[in-house]
């Protein structure tokens, strides 16, 4: 059965460094998404990306974090410049079509820890 | 901003109860799913209900949404320890937004 897989499974990172969290999709899905979930606290959603652009974002999505695609498969997220709060499990979602009426297959996450 | 509350917040049952946790909001949602995510694992979705009062079953769990779109509830009936997890609620507003997540209900069943 396909699934969405993240690398690295744990990222450790001196606050201050960048780091790039990678997902692959499902192949033939076409939109994209990262959430973020603090220990302990909900799932929050960051950026959905489709047709190679990012079509919405929250709040939490400021000018620290971008993403990209580089390729055909895989998917990245970008955080420039960590910070202590930017500890987190990070997910990637991907979907075949927008996500009001279909699923959104989730990825096993990467756990950040910033120091 | 919408905002998702679920109850209760944690839920600790003996294997063979029924049990109903909710997902209350006072905006109105589009579409509404429920997730289970387990430690450690990222969210797994149950189902997507989309219609006011729509009522949808997967086998022991029978998920109801609010006739005004603004609530739903997710009733398992005989639970089994298999059933342990944190159970998620998300709506999206409207058509081409993302979904906005609950804080989740823990459950655990027992042997």
């Known amino acids: 059965e396909p699934e969405v897989t993240q690398t690295p499974s744990h990222q450790v990172t001196q606050m201050g460094q960048e780091v790039i969290l990678r997902c692959v999709p499902i192949s033939n899905h076409l939109y994209f998404y990262w959430y973020r979930q603090i220990l302990g606290q909900k799932v929050e959603f960051l950026v959905s990306f489709y047709n190679n652009e990012i079509s919405e974002k929250s709040e939490i999505f400021d000018d620290q974090f971008s993403v990209e695609r580089p390729d055909g498969s895989n998917f990245t997220l970008k955080i420039r410049s960590t910070k202590l709060e930017d500890s987190a499990m990070y997910f990637c979602?991907?979907?075949?079509?927008?996500?009001?009426?279909?699923?959104?297959?989730f990825g096993p996450g990467t756990r950040l820890t910033v120091l | 901003t919408q905002l998702l509350e679920q109850s209760p917040q944690f839920l600790s049952i003996q294997e063979g109860e029924n049990l109903t946790v909710y997902c209350n909001s006072s905006?109105?949602?589009?579409?509404l799913q429920w997730y289970r995510q387990e430690p450690g694992e990222g969210p797994v979705l149950l189902v997507t209900?989309?219609?006011?009062?729509e009522v949808k079953k997967l086998k022991r769990l029978t998920f109801q949404f609010g006739d005004a779109r603004k609530d739903s509830s997710l009733h398992i009936t005989a639970a089994q320890p298999g059933d342990t997890g944190l159970y998620l609620c998300a709506g999206a507003a409207n058509y081409g937004q993302n979904f906005v997540f609950g804080p989740g209900t823990r459950l655990s069943v027992l042997p």
């Open positions: 979602a991907s979907s075949n079509r927008g996500a009001l009426y279909n699923e959104q297959f």
């Open positions: 905006s109105v949602f589009s579409s």
């Open positions: 209900v989309v219609t006011g009062g």
